[in-house]
Nanobody
């Protein structure tokens, strides 16, 4: 069982920055691909960014490219999402999630994310 815990959410003005962190207890995150999702009321959950177990492959949804950066530190069992130039439309609950690694080094489909954190609120004011 992988227990994920997010931190770093909060209230920020448009143009500001926040850094989300995801830690775990129990198993090493080095065996998992990691993703950051977000959800707002009435909308489907969206994969914002993902990083493979090795850290060599990353994915960003179009709306955050150039503003968000996903990273991981397998020695510390953490994954992070640096969010810069935040916009009001980035307001959401953000979740980190883990998907088991494959032999290959590629971003898995969303249905493979098995473990989820409790979520952290990010609010961007205009």
């Amino acid at each position: 069982q992988v227990v994920l815990v997010e931190s770093g959410g909060g209230l920020v003005q448009a143009g500001g920055s926040l850094r989300l962190s995801c830690g775990t207890s129990g198993r090493t995150l080095g065996n998992y691909n990691m993703g950051w999702f977000r959800q707002t009321p009435g909308k489907e959950r969206e994969l914002v960014a993902a990083i493979t177990w090795s850290g060599r492959v990353t994915y960003y949804t179009e709306s955050v490219k150039g503003r968000f950066t996903i990273s991981r530190d397998n020695a510390r069992d953490t994954a992070s999402l640096q969010m810069d130039s935040l916009k009001p439309e980035d307001t959401a609950i953000y979740y980190c999630a883990a998907a088991p690694r494959h032999l290959g080094d590629y971003i898995p489909p969303q249905y493979e994310y098995e473990y989820w954190g409790q979520g952290t609120q990010v609010t961007v004011s205009s």
